[in-house]
């Protein structure tokens, strides 16, 4: 397996395709930029084009670039001629759906995306899908990400989160093992050639404030304080704000049964848990008392 993005969802993946029995290479930009992975070896992203031409699972991670995914643009031309290519794996995001005004999507929906880089996102899908005529394509659709490294409780710490109010609105989230777990299950049984859109998503779809408010809980802490929408629209970056303004629930029924997987977070809730012990213990472990 190549994995083109050695970055917070990159990592988690290709230890679990280690664990899994994958010999496993990856890219960053600079190598030594980040810690080592056991078992991975890690390649300059430049460099990376003999590695394209002989693996037999291809997975990207990278978010696309106004003129196109970042490693079909540099590596594209090794893709084409490998012979060996099984599968492609490519992490996309639910915003492809734009907004549904608070209803379900499942991985039948046709894609409607209302951002400029939900449309980025849709045109590199379609990019990798090119490769459908000879190998597996999974299209992974994620919700927010979140786990440890990558969790509201520095914010909660600091006194600067705040709970946004906005009736109605909600948002589907899953924790990066989950992603891990269900990535490697797709690469070890790939369907044949085509396209298969999956959904990285946990089972209970949720408020902001209510996420935040289950985080203060485990720290010991008062939830944080409660805004409305509308009184901090404008202060939220443009990022920020074109999440809160679509609104859609995410159902990831179809790829748990096409996997054969179940979550280990089945909600937020057990996923806050275990990213709380996992900080809780990290910290530990650095403390001056724990030398």
């Known amino acids: 397996?190549?994995?083109?993005?050695?970055?917070?969802?990159?990592?988690?993946?290709?230890?679990?395709?280690?664990?899994?029995?994958?010999?496993?290479?990856?890219?960053?930009?600079?190598?030594?930029?980040?810690p080592p992975l056991p078992g991975v070896e890690i390649l300059p992203f430049a460099a990376a084009a003999a590695a394209a031409r002989q693996a037999t699972h291809i997975l990207a991670t990278a978010p696309p670039l106004p003129a196109g995914d970042p490693a079909l643009l540099a590596h594209g031309e090794a893709l084409r001629e490998n012979p060996a290519l099984r599968w492609v794996g490519y992490l996309s995001t639910t915003g492809v759906y734009g907004d549904r005004g608070g209803a379900w999507v499942t991985e039948a929906t046709p894609?409607?995306?209302?951002?400029?880089?939900?449309?980025?996102?849709?045109?590199?899908?379609?990019?990798?899908?090119?490769?459908?005529?000879?190998?597996?394509?999974?299209?992974?659709?994620?919700?927010g990400i979140y786990g440890p490294g990558r969790s509201p409780f520095a914010e909660i710490r600091a006194g600067t989160a705040r709970r946004i109010l906005k009736p109605g609105h909600a948002f589907s989230r899953i924790h990066r093992d989950d992603i891990a777990q269900a990535v490697v299950a797709a690469a070890l049984a790939p369907p044949p050639p085509g396209v298969r859109v999956l959904h990285l998503v946990d089972d209970a779809p949720c408020p902001q404030a209510e996420f935040l408010a289950e985080a203060a809980r485990l720290m010991g802490l008062p939830p944080p304080p409660a805004v409305a929408y509308a009184e901090v629209a404008a202060t939220l970056s443009p990022m920020a704000r074109s999440f809160w303004e679509e609104n859609r629930k995410v159902s990831s029924a179809a790829t748990r049964a096409a996997l054969g997987i179940r979550w280990r977070y089945p909600s937020w809730r057990e996923g806050l848990a275990a990213t709380w012990a996992a900080e809780s213990a990290a910290a530990a472990r650095h403390s001056p008392s724990s030398t």
Request: aromatic content about 8%.
């Open 111 to 143: 894609p409607s995306p209302g951002q400029p880089r939900s449309r980025l996102r849709l045109a590199a899908e379609e990019a990798w899908a090119a490769f459908a005529d000879r190998a597996a394509v999974d299209l992974f659709r994620t919700g």
């Open 1 to 34: 397996m190549l994995i083109f993005g050695l970055g917070y969802c990159g990592e988690a993946i290709a230890r679990a395709a280690v664990a899994a029995g994958f010999r496993v290479s990856g890219t960053r930009r600079d190598p030594a930029a980040g």
